[in-house]
């Protein structure tokens, strides 16, 4: 639904700007609503909150240490086309790119992408290396490309949560699957990006298919259409390599014969959930749009806008309401040219709660789009690729969030075969207290395998110096005897490769006690 215009739009675009380049696919589906303040959760959230892996709490994302984050990000598209790689690059160099983003307020990226990209050999194309643009992407893959992008967004503190837009360059499909693209080769590409990235969390999720849509169903049973059923699938499939992603799901497009956006209709989660394997890990995604993407009945209704958050509400947002589970908007956006456009944003803005009253007990949110080639939303940047829509984005002002920490960009281009054979498992830790109150504090510790080979299991010991105790720990267990504590990996973390890392967190009591000496052993 509505699709074939969009992509017509967008490929009359890339067609004046790339003569070499596909058509490009752009934007998404329906709704999401707001719930009951809870202002400490909000405020508990800093601007050094982001670190590690992170895992769900009820309705919010919680980091390695068990600081609440809120994710306010913006797409990049481009893998997903016919020029397998990001779009843009045939002007600027990438690294500005990522750093406009940053200095913008973003956190997060959502980078769409197609099977395609995991084919042997595929390379990207309409990259400009004059004036020593990109230099260091010269001759590499779209998949090695892919590798720079994360190592640097990493060190500049973004996130990443990786995209399964297409199962190839030539357009969206309504499945999860096609006639050239079986389940089988969907999830074990999905698996093999988990495990490329694995020890990374700068990749801290997977959106596991964009916008499934009629026939798709939710919950029907039917296992060629529950999307439902395949994303359990596909979902344990990437947790089975990598457990400590957050998975993505988003809805369909009918439930019960209820229609809306492609990807947005969530209302079949309340009777019929994702079970996943990995506890804490799942994250459900609406999409949703304006009159530049498509009319709906609800623009015209007489009560307009004052009738969106019922229509949100329906849709996706009671997940959020009833503390079901982490609601994040993957896609939404407008070219803001008509009224009805700019009262449907301005609306959607205050439904997601503004960081300054909520912090990030809030929606998590991630434009459509950064690209200006995509014809039915335009984007963050203009035509030039350079300049600010200073307008577009002066409306997601209140709904940005504090960055994350950067230097976790991890090695910019990972073996995804590492020879499993020879080599010699050590660790370190660094443990850092993240807050301290008088009466207790806050600690994370972060594992590097500093070996050869990989590491199986670790444990970390240290001993303080005075009485404090552990009242808690999150991704790890422990036991203490005296003043020395001893922190062995959980289930999901304990498989760490040659330089990557893992991370736990926990409370104590009292406070004030300051840094100890740790050490690390692995196995």
Known sequence: MFRSLRRALCAAAVALLLPLGAGVQSA???????????????????AEAGAGYWHTSGRQILDAAGQPVRIAGINWFGFETGNHVVHGLWTRDYKSMLDQMRSLGYNTLRLPFSDDIL??????DSINFADGKNADLQGLSSLQVLDRIVAYAGQSGLKIVLDRHRPDAAGQSALWYTASVPESTWIANLKALAS??????????IDL???????ACWGCGDTTRDWRLAAQRAGNAVLSVNPQLLIMVEGVQSYEGVSGWWGGNLMGVAQFPVQLDVPNRLVYSAHDYATSVAQQPWFTDPSFPENMPGVWDRYWGYIFKQNIAPVWLGEFGTTLQSTVDQKWLAALVTYLRSTSTYGADSFHWTFWSWNPNSGDTGGILKDDWQTVDAVKDGYLASIKAPGFPGGGGGDPDPDPDPDPGGGTAACSAAYAVSSDWGGGFNAEVKVTNTGTAPVNSW????TWGGSQRVT??????????GAT?????????????????????FGGAPGGGGVPSVNCTAA
Do not use: I
């Open 196 to 205: 490329r990235y694995a020890g990374n969390p700068t990749v801290v999720g």
């Open 485 to 505: 504590v001893t922190a062995s990996n959980a289930v999901h973390n304990g498989a760490v490769p040659a330089g990557g890392s893992a991370s736990f967190g």
């Open 28 to 46: 998404g589906a329906a709704g999401s609503a707001g719930a009951p303040a809870d202002a400490s959760a909000g405020a508990s959230a800093t």
């Open 459 to 462: 444990k970390v010991t240290w």
């Open 119 to 124: 084919k042997p050999g595929t390379m990207p």
């Open 209 to 215: 298919h964009n916008e499934p849509h009629d026939p």
């Open 472 to 481: 808690s720990m999150w991704n790890a267990t422990y036991t203490q005897t």
